[in-house]
């Protein structure tokens, strides 16, 4: 079956950085996303990677390995409109996504 | 600009009944998707269109269903509701149905008792 696993709950300090990690198992791969979801709203995109390597887009970055199954969304310079949810997204073969249960990011001052 | 709008925001509804949550893009993206998110689990694929006049099935269509007569609206009718269809509705469009960004509309919070 397809799986793609996300820590459920990371808690970070105004200010630090933090890593959101992701693995997943999926029927091909066509790229993986990272949205960002504010409690009772709707997601909204942040990366996508499609090769290996680093994306960097303002305080965010998302890295990617195809070959270990794995990302992560890095956050730096933590805010505290940054606590949101964090969701990891594959694009399998079929050009569907497959999504983790996301990662609950809780900021404190 | 608009994007996406969904209505209702937020409905109950008595179980055995029928309800269509509407979904609008102004984006004349071609692609649209209906997901709904349920807590500890991630977003569930139920319905998708890669364009106007055809329709696909997700990971969890049953007692669902979809049409797209237009670019702009893609609506979701649940036939006869039961309670574990109650859970949060996003729709959601994209430029096509290959690897580009889906845009998420506000969501439905639908109550099926």
């Known amino acids: 079956g397809q799986n793609i696993d996300q820590p459920t709950e990371m808690t970070a300090t105004e200010g630090a950085i933090v890593q959101i990690n992701c693995t997943y198992q999926t029927s091909g791969f066509n790229g993986l996303f990272w949205y960002q979801q504010h409690a009772g709203e709707a997601p909204t995109f942040l990366s996508y990677?499609?090769l290996d390597g680093l994306e960097e887009k303002g305080r965010f970055s998302s890295f990617l390995s195809r070959s270990k199954g794995y990302s992560y969304l890095l956050l730096k310079e933590l805010q505290m409109k940054d606590s949101a949810s964090y969701l990891c997204?594959?694009?399998?073969?079929?050009?569907?996504?497959?999504w983790g249960a996301g990662t609950k990011l809780i900021i404190k001052p | 600009t608009a994007g996406i709008t969904q209505a209702p925001t937020s409905q109950i509804l008595a179980a055995g009944r029928s309800m269509t949550l509407r979904c609008t893009q102004d984006?004349?993206?071609?692609?649209m998707y209906w997901y709904r998110q349920d807590l500890g689990l991630g977003l569930r694929l139920i319905h998708y269109?890669?364009?106007?006049?055809?329709?696909g099935k997700g990971e969890v269509p049953d007692g669902y269903s979809v049409s797209r007569a237009n670019t702009d609206d893609f609506p979701l009718t649940l036939a006869s509701a039961v309670p574990s269809q109650t859970s949060v509705y996003f729709c959601a469009s994209s430029v096509s149905g290959i690897t580009d960004t889906q845009y998420f509309g506000p969501g439905t919070r639908l109550t099926v008792l």
């Open positions: 269109s890669n364009t106007a006049g055809t329709t």
């Open positions: 990677n499609v």
């Open positions: 997204a594959v694009m399998d073969s079929n050009y569907q996504l497959i």
């Open positions: 984006m004349r993206h071609n692609a």
